[in-house]
């Protein structure tokens, strides 16, 4: 399972960037995405997905 970011709430500040520990999120055209492939939730790193923690609008960092 990954997370997803919803480019309708998100209001590009790049905290979620930043806080990835597997460097799943970038910028790509005109919003934030996250690489499937690389997000893991952050299982082994922390209880719950950083994306979803540091995001100041809540319910823009969902399950995909």
């Known amino acids: 399972?990954?997370?997803k970011i919803l480019k309708?709430?998100?209001i590009l500040c790049?905290?979620?960037e930043?806080?990835?520990?597997n460097s799943?999120?970038?910028?790509?055209?005109?919003?934030?995405?996250?690489?499937q492939?690389?997000?893991?939730?952050?299982?082994?790193?922390?209880d719950t997905p950083r994306c979803a923690e540091v995001c100041p609008v809540?319910?823009?960092c969902?399950?995909?």
């Open 8 to 10: 309708s709430q998100c």
């Open 18 to 21: 930043f806080e990835c520990p």
């Open 24 to 35: 799943a999120i970038r910028f790509k055209g005109d919003s934030y995405i996250i690489d």
């Open 58 to 60: 809540p319910g823009t």
């Open 37 to 46: 492939d690389k997000c893991s939730e952050c299982e082994g790193h922390f």
């Open 62 to 64: 969902v399950p995909a």
């Open 14 to 16: 790049g905290d979620c």
């Open 1 to 3: 399972m990954a997370y």
